[in-house]
């Protein structure tokens, strides 16, 4: 086990070299796109105040006015990244001239040594505590992800939150202590070897939830506007719950049924395809997978990937001392290829929930990174498949 911990330590860190190397490289490149923009930004400022203090010198069309295609292109991005992120960028860089290029460089070097922290930590857990670390990772992650996306749909929805019989978060929070003794706390057998009292408990907390729901629509004064409101917010963090905590629930049942293995292996194979994505996005990426969504993803970006991730799935295998049955070799192929066609849609869902509600990220969870949701994403929508597959095929 020592000496899978330490393949494991060096694999995690050279993708992690690989992924900084990457962003610094190409954060340059945007850096002089948004300071040539800011560039441009100065002419029309300049050209404006000329304009209103000197307009008799002027005709409507100067050689000064900027085209379309410049507007156009400073609005895109804008949109793509975050519009006070980049307005800040251009700002600064207006005011100090390469302040643009120190603050993207600064953030790449946050998200390095918080990459390295968190490789730390969890390889710190991972020894000492084995199994039982990792599913104490396991609930915080759970709660994080929760919260986080709770957060970001309710940043705009307010309706009833002040004026609920129960206020929406504690009932927010009940509800995931129910989903989360459905699962998580069912499969870690917290109420017993046989789970006897489970089942019980857990139609108990779901039916003071229900109990909750009907009180707050039926308190005096309730409109259709806040029942409409309400239920939107039940059916977003029952979605939530669905989505994140049943999902990553699953990991506890492949920990205890088919060992530590196969609960990292699957995990490196959607590591080695987000990175491979995002390289071969950024070298060779001129066909938009689907913009509405996520603007940045390529079709070059995810065969790219694809490829990557089924080629390095056997591999990997060597990590964990599997390569030697042919069946293991089987089993990793299929999650290779689910984690190529299937996961990153979970990314993708990730992105229309913030662009549906003007979030840049889920949250600050992971300094340089964002949230919790904003890295296991497409982890938890592999979860599901690996344990099911295993307990089918393996």
């Not at 700002?91 to 953030?107: I, K, P």
């Not at 994505?277 to 990937?305: C, D, M, Q």
């Amino acid at each position: 086990m020592t000496s899978i911990i330490r393949r494991k330590i060096l694999l995690g860190g050279f993708t992690i070299l690989l992924i900084n190397c990457a962003n610094n490289r190409y954060l340059l490149i945007d850096a002089t796109q948004e300071l040539s923009i800011a560039s441009t930004s100065s002419i029309r400022l300049n050209e404006s105040y000329h304009r209103q203090h000197h307009s008799q010198y002027y005709d409507r069309r100067h050689p000064l006015q900027v085209d379309d295609s410049m507007q156009t292109r400073r609005d895109k991005l804008y949109e793509i990244r975050g519009e006070d992120k980049i307005r800040g960028i251009v700002s600064s860089s207006v005011r100090g001239g390469g302040a643009g290029v120190f603050m993207l460089g600064g953030d790449a070097g946050v998200r390095t040594v918080a990459s390295i922290v968190m490789l730390g930590i969890v390889t710190l857990i991972v020894k000492v505590f084995r199994e039982q670390g990792i599913y104490g990772l396991l609930l915080l992650f759970q709660a994080v992800m929760y919260k986080e996306a709770c957060q970001v749909v309710g940043a705009r929805d307010r309706v009833s939150a002040d004026t609920s019989f129960v206020p929406i978060k504690v009932q927010q929070i009940w509800w995931f202590l129910t989903a989360l003794a459905g699962s998580s706390l069912h499969h870690l057998k917290v109420f017993g070897p046989s789970n006897l009292y489970g089942n019980l408990v857990t139609y108990l907390m779901a039916a003071v939830g229900l109990v909750m729901g009907v009180l707050t629509m039926a308190q005096d004064g309730a409109s259709e506007e806040l029942f409409r409101g309400y239920l939107g917010k039940v059916a977003s963090s029952h979605f939530a719950l669905i989505f994140l905590v049943w999902q990553s629930s699953t990991w506890f049942l492949t920990l205890q049924e088919f060992g530590i293995a196969w609960f990292l292996l699957p995990a490196l194979l959607v590591i080695v395809n987000d990175t491979m994505a995002y390289v071969f996005g950024r070298l060779f990426g001129n066909h938009k997978l689907i913009p509405n969504l996520s603007p940045k993803k390529t079709w070059e970006g995810f065969i790219g990937a694809a490829l990557s991730t089924i080629l390095a799935a056997h591999p990997l295998l060597s990590v964990f001392n599997l390569e030697s049955d042919l069946a293991n070799k089987q089993h990793v192929t299929a999650i290779a290829v689910y984690v190529s066609l299937i996961s990153p849609f979970g990314g993708f869902l990730a992105s229309a929930v913030k662009r549906a509600y003007g979030a840049k990220d889920f949250g600050s969870f992971i300094p340089g990174h964002g949230g919790a949701i904003d890295r296991l994403d497409c982890q938890v929508v592999t979860a599901p498949f690996v344990y099911f597959y295993l307990k089918t095929f393996g």
